[in-house]
């Protein structure tokens, strides 16, 4: 028999059986199309969520570090903290940028405004002389323009339009505050009245989504200078560097921190003298977020397995038992010279269609489900990532690609010759042969 062979009478079995083969296909799908469901929906959020704070740096991660001088009091060496500092940047494949103080109130640094080229939305190239082209939150601009942050209990138009005013009071405008005129050449992203995207926040506390929404932080962004050389700028301390992802400017902060050392880890030996490093993000919170989601795909990747492994028993017990119902058409086989392994053959095959065909039921049913809660949830989704980040009101869709769902695919296909494997006797001409009499 030639792949052909193998190929047509493996399809041949399914059409023969069509009803059967579509409640297999149902069922088989459905568990496996819920869990796609959950992957795209929770990847779709966590993409969502990183690109709003990844945007404005071209998907990269900046992230400030300084050593600070007053936890070391008298005992301080800056200079080595700062080649210290250095390394571990180099450690986690970060690159340090250039970075000024700007003597303006506040801490507020000057970037070269390639940097965060995609936070540029209004052209500062004519402004007046006397005007500091500048990126900043929402909640930073309100505080210039003394606009206050709608009441909890306002209704989500209400808070929408608070955060609409502080955009079209800001953007590509001047703002003169502490004596100093502010160019607004963008907004950056930042929590205005909000801690995180609950969607408690617009008066839906029942919402499901609120389990994973609760945990996502909308985080503040530093005011950043774009340097057109009429700011007064300074020298800073401060050592800052981009990572090209979320993962390794974790790394970098947490591996940070292990290097710091209090009096009393010096009184017992741990270290040689006090020294406090501090590093953070410089445009919203993305490492935080990062984090959240890890421990948010920890608990659900025990779930996962649980549920794939519950969905393979019962695909496995499924195919098996086809096998097991199909003695007159095994006996055909036989009675017409075929071999057992042709027979197997021709099983297997089979077997791996209708497992194409629940593969392709379950990413139909996953996107679909996925679908239906977007649609449902598209209008707060949008108001909340609104006024949690205070970015312009576009549509926010939750889908995303994960490789659990390449995974769910693959053990779909595995099972087809693991249980062709499993039913080996119920291809034998003597296990026929007991089961017909």
Not at 83 to 102: D, S
Not at 156 to 171: A, G, I, N, T, W
Not at 340 to 362: D, E, H, M, N, R
Not at 395 to 401: A, D, H, I, R, T
Request: one cysteine or more.
């Amino acid at each position: 028999m030639h792949l052909l062979d193998y190929l047509r009478l493996g399809w041949a079995n399914i059409v023969a059986h069509k009803k059967r083969a579509a409640i297999v296909v149902v069922i088989v799908g459905v568990l496996f199309g819920v869990l796609t469901a959950g992957c795209l929906l929770i990847q779709g959020l966590e993409d969502a969520t990183l690109d709003v704070m990844l945007e404005p740096t071209s998907e990269k991660v900046l992230v400030r570090t300084v050593a600070q001088q007053s936890f070391c009091e008298d005992i301080c060496d800056i200079a080595t903290d700062r080649e210290e500092i250095r390394e571990v940047i180099a450690k986690w494949n970060g690159e340090e940028v250039a970075v000024m103080a700007a003597g303006l109130t506040g801490s507020v640094y000057a970037v070269a405004p390639e940097l965060v080229q995609n936070a540029v939305e209004a052209d500062f190239t004519s402004i007046p002389d006397d005007a500091i082209p500048v990126l900043a939150s929402t909640s930073t601009l309100a505080g210039w323009l003394q606009i206050s942050t709608a009441d909890t209990h306002a209704e989500p138009e209400v808070k929408l339009r608070v955060v609409q005013s502080v955009r079209e009071q800001s953007l590509g405008k001047i703002i003169e505050f502490a004596g100093q005129k502010y160019f607004v050449a963008g907004i950056l992203p930042g929590g205005f009245g909000v801690h995180n995207l609950s969607l408690t926040a617009i008066k839906d506390r029942k919402n499901p989504l609120n389990i994973l929404l609760d945990g996502i932080s909308t985080g503040s962004s530093q005011t950043l200078v774009l340097d057109n050389g009429e700011a007064e700028l300074s020298p800073t301390e401060e050592i800052w560097a981009t990572f090209a992802s979320v993962a390794e400017a974790q790394g970098y902060i947490n591996d940070i921190a292990t290097h710091n050392c209090n009096s009393l880890e010096v009184e017992v030996g741990i270290c040689s003298r006090v020294k406090q490093l501090v590093a953070a993000t410089v445009v919203g919170d993305p490492v935080r977020i990062y984090e959240n989601f890890v421990g948010i795909w920890t608990v659900l990747k025990i779930l996962i397995v649980v549920l794939a492994v519950i969905a393979c028993i019962v695909t496995m017990s499924t195919y098996v038992r086809l096998v097991g119902r199909d003695t007159k058409v095994i006996a055909l086989y036989h009675a017409m010279g075929s071999t057992k392994k042709q027979i197997v053959g021709v099983y297997c095959v089979y077997l791996l269609g209708l497992s194409l065909l629940a593969s392709a039921f379950s990413l139909v049913l996953g996107a679909g489900l996925v679908l239906i809660v977007n649609l449902i949830n598209m209008t707060k989704l949008t108001q909340i990532f609104t006024i949690g980040f205070g970015v312009e009101e576009a549509p926010v869709w939750l889908f995303g690609w994960n490789n659990w769902i390449a995974l769910f695919v693959g053990l779909l296909l595995v099972m087809a010759p693991l249980c062709t494997i499993l039913s080996w006797r119920q291809f034998a001409s003597k296990k026929l042969a007991q089961k017909m009499k």
